[in-house]
């Protein structure tokens, strides 16, 4: 359902037509990573290291190489040699080559259990996989650390000498006096609070296929999240010109941040280039889970505190984030976002980076933000309890507003924070009864910054009137339709009229990467200027075809009008039936780097029961309220908020890396690694609050990412709530909860 309505009137924008892409995908025409098949086609494998630590002395790949199947082997030293330090040569955050490449295949030691040393490509995937065993690597076994306590403690086994104690960075920051702050509080709370490593549990594995031609051009195809940082990443590591480098995108089974990095796409283009041939990688389920990319597990100690009337006066967090094997963890992120929904004169927070051996951290829906909230909101459950306030109305006397002031310094723009926690408590799950003292009932709100970036589009008009829409952005979550409605609702003609279709890096403009809830925001906007391009074209013909002024005519409702002629009227696609008579076709386009993509608030809610006996949660209702800005195609929007409910659910009861005392996943498989099914959920009641961005030509915020940050902290207030006590580390398995009642 939609509540506070955007009172804008629209044509397309708003509804909910049929997704473009939706036969393809039922029907099994879209085309994903592993389906690429071209001729001469060969396969490879990679050869992962059953250490979580460990200096490699020597690889011996020759009994690989001599046998007949096998076309070629490689390793780390067939890449071209980088320097240790982050270079900005390509646009987003600097990137380290030598660790980017050391992390694709291992340099002078693996740094986790999974860790790629070599890469075969043989005749077939099987001939491949055999070809592994003969590959003679030699180890010196080190000591490991698997969790940020263990990293930092005294004397820890370093992982890079640069880093004491594995901090590979510390970051802070402050407004205003917290001891200031906290000598105001009538009251203080405090604790600490553990997470577990946990991993995006996209469906469909990582694959690639490279081909290095001859004439030293390269072709990529495969899933990802932005295919221009694809080629770019690419370049750097393979050292070759990016107009040398063309990536195809695939249809995308998920990403959800873990497949905005490279693992496979250099591997596969330096195996080519040495066979002569295409060479096509496609990963194991547990090759995704031990080698990829996870979030963070951390360590966190967060403190409030506030007046007996329910003023918060200050808050201050130690967030401790393991970063996996090179730096680089969410932990900024989770800074910027764990204090954001409040407005709080006096706050510090320090953010540690710490490296461990485990697979290099990648993006995770609201990179960092689900962890801290999880603390947060924990803390601010309790603060509303020893006041003896209502959860929701202690949220709203502190809710942040325009105005207010984060501890990034940054000051809020039009927000709709204080909306949700409003809509939640209007609900009428809210006002509801439980049905009986053992169910638990538990909020939380949270934060997301949105992103946006560099964006194209292109539209091409067709003589029937049709348009064929070109996008730079991969669709993940239901952009093609997105940014057609964006066509259709300016040129006031059917979306159904309008073919969206995702380009390649040679066909479309440079277009950041699908993520940050800033697709609809950045692409959206592209289109919508690629429409305007096209009306203004549009106009200029029909004013050529009546032979006047283009002042005297207009577009309503997908008609051009003369405004003193009322006979002179003409539907857009007439009008394209004349464009080979003036002028020949009409493409419109558009590029564009937009700020200002608004700010992504949320508030959830759920009511659950425990039994005390086995410690099983059962979820009964759960509503999740958020403030999507204008919902474009409410459809998607509500399954992107049930979806990020979801995976916050998994995270907060079941979902996390068993590590054995080796250092290895012990769980890398999807019996193992317990992810909800339908069989674990109610249906999630989607709460759209509209409050529309000033900043974008139809409101768009973004909303991909938030709904997956209040769930940790809503099912552990909830469970508190049934059992009286509070549930400070992840997951909140069974197990954990039959030790929390006994040791209550």
Excluded at 154 to 168: C, D, F, R, V
Excluded at 451 to 476: E, H, K, P, R, Y
Excluded at 480 to 493: D, S, W, Y
Aim: hydrophobic content about 40%; glycine content about 10%.
């Amino acid at each position: 359902m939609t509540t506070a309505k955007n009172q804008t009137k629209y044509t397309s924008i708003g509804n909910r037509p049929v997704r473009h892409d939706g036969y393809d995908k039922v029907t099994g025409k879209a085309q994903y990573g592993a389906d690429v098949d071209l001729p001469g086609l060969i396969h490879g494998k990679i050869l992962r290291s059953p250490h979580a630590h460990a200096k490699i002395i020597s690889i011996d790949t020759s009994a690989a190489e001599n046998l007949p199947d096998v076309y070629a082997v490689i390793t780390n030293k067939d890449f071209p040699a980088q320097k240790d330090e982050a270079v900005s040569k390509i646009p987003g955050p600097a990137i380290n080559l030598k660790q980017q490449t050391a992390n694709i295949l291992a340099g002078d030691k693996v740094l986790y259990k999974g860790h790629a040393v070599a890469a075969i490509a043989a005749t077939s995937a099987h001939a491949a996989e055999e070809a592994l065993a003969l590959i003679n690597v030699q180890y010196e076994i080190l000591p490991h650390v698997s969790t940020v306590e263990e990293a930092i403690s005294e004397g820890p086994p370093l992982l890079h000498n640069q880093y004491k104690n594995n901090i590979a960075s510390h970051d802070v920051l402050e407004l205003g006096d917290i001891e200031s702050g906290f000598s105001q509080a009538d009251l203080i709370v405090e604790r600490e609070f553990r997470t577990s490593t946990v991993h995006q549990g996209y469906i469909e594995p990582h694959s690639a296929t490279g081909w290095w031609t001859p004439s030293n051009k390269i072709t990529v195809w495969g899933s990802s999240q932005g295919h221009f940082q694809i080629r770019d990443r690419t370049s750097l590591v393979l050292g070759v010109p990016v107009s040398d480098i063309k990536v195809i995108p695939m249809e995308i089974g998920g990403g959800f941040g873990g497949k905005t990095t490279i693992y496979l796409e250099p591997v596969t283009a330096l195996l080519s280039k040495i066979t002569g041939y295409p060479v096509k990688i496609t990963m194991s389920r547990s090759e995704v889970l031990e080698a990829t990319g996870p979030t963070s597990g951390s360590y966190m100690h967060v403190k409030f505190g506030a007046t007996k009337e329910g003023k918060i006066t200050s808050a201050q967090a130690d967030l401790k984030f393991e970063a996996g094997a090179y730096p680089g963890s969410p932990v900024g992120a989770a800074s910027n976002c764990i204090f954001t929904p409040y407005a709080i004169d006096n706050l510090r927070i320090d953010g540690y980076d710490i490296v461990n051996n485990k697979p290099k951290t990648t993006a995770y829906r609201a990179p960092g933000a689900p962890i801290g909230s999880f603390a947060a909101e924990t803390l601010i459950d309790e603060l509303a309890e020893k006041i003896g306030m209502d959860p929701l109305d202690l949220r709203i006397m502190n809710g942040a507003k325009q105005g207010t002031t984060r501890a990034s310094g940054i000051n809020n723009p039009l927000i709709g924070c204080i909306e949700t926690f409003q809509a939640t408590k209007d609900h009428d799950h809210y006002k509801s009864e439980k049905a009986t003292k053992k169910i638990g009932r538990g909020v939380a709100s949270g934060f997301w910054i949105n992103g946006s970036g560099a964006a194209c589009a292109v539209a091409n008009v067709n003589f029937d009137g049709t348009i064929n829409l070109t996008i730079g952005s991969m669709d993940i979550g239901g952009l093609r339709p997105v940014a057609a409605q964006h066509v259709a609702e300016v040129l006031g003609i059917p979306v159904e009229n309008i073919n969206p279709q995702v380009g390649d890096t040679d066909t479309v403009g440079y277009t950041s990467m699908t993520g940050g809830s800033g697709g609809a925001f950045k692409t959206g906007w592209a289109s919508y200027e690629a429409a305007q391009d096209v009306k203004r074209q549009m106009l200029e013909r029909a004013a050529e075809v009546w032979e006047t002024s283009l002042d005297d005519i207009k577009l309503e409702n997908g008609f051009f009008i003369h405004s003193s002629d009322s006979e002179l009227k003409m539907s857009f696609s007439e009008l394209a039936s004349h464009l080979p008579d003036t002028g020949g076709p009409v493409v419109g386009r558009a590029n564009l780097d937009p700020r200002g993509p608004g700010s992504a608030f949320a508030t959830h809610l759920v009511d659950l029961e425990v039994d005390t006996e086995t410690g099983k949660v059962t979820i009964l209702r759960y509503t999740a309220a958020q403030d999507a800005g204008t919902a474009i195609h409410p459809s998607y929007v509500e399954g992107q908020i049930q979806g990020g409910v979801v995976q916050g659910i998994g995270w907060a009861l079941n979902e996390e890396y068993f590590i054995n005392e080796s250092g290895g996943m012990t769980n890398s498989s999807l019996l193992d690694y317990r992810m909800p099914t339908s069989l674990d959920l109610p249906m999630i009641d989607a709460l759209i609050v509209e409050v529309p961005n000033p900043l974008h030509p139809y409101g768009v915020r973004g909303v991909g990412e938030v709904a997956i940050v209040p769930p940790l902290a809503a099912m552990a207030n909830a469970i508190y709530d049934a059992i009286g006590v509070r549930m400070t580390e992840l997951p909140m398995n069974p197990a954990a909860i039959r030790k929390a009642i006994k040791g209550a």
